[in-house]
C-alpha cells in the first residue's frame, strides 16, 4: 500500500478507532453495493450510456465545478 494513504488511515483510526474505520468501510461498500445494482437497473430500462453522453455529463459537471470555483471566496478575502 501507498504510504500516504496508509499514514491518513493511521491518522483516521487514531480519531475514529479501528471499530469506526471497519464502521465507515462496511457501509461505503454497502452504498456502492447500493449504487450498482441502481446503475443496472437503469441500465436495462434505458440502454448504457454512450461515450458522448458520458462525456457531456463529466462537461456539464466541470462546468457547475468552476461556477462553484469562481463564487468560492478566495483566501484571505472577505465575504
Do not use: F, N, W
Not at 11 to 26: D, N, Q
Amino acid at each position: 500500500m501507498p504510504e500516504e494513504p496508509l499514514e491518513q488511515g493511521k491518522g483516521y483510526a487514531e480519531v475514529r478507532g479501528v471499530a469506526g474505520c471497519v464502521e465507515t468501510a462496511a457501509a461505503h461498500r454497502d452504498a456502492v453495493g447500493r449504487l450498482h445494482e441502481l446503475a443496472e437497473r437503469l441500465e436495462e430500462e434505458h440502454g448504457a450510456v454512450t461515450d458522448d453522453e458520458q462525456r457531456a455529463a463529466l462537461d456539464r459537471i466541470a462546468a457547475i465545478d468552476g461556477r462553484h470555483d469562481e463564487q468560492r471566496p478566495r483566501s484571505g478575502e472577505v465575504v
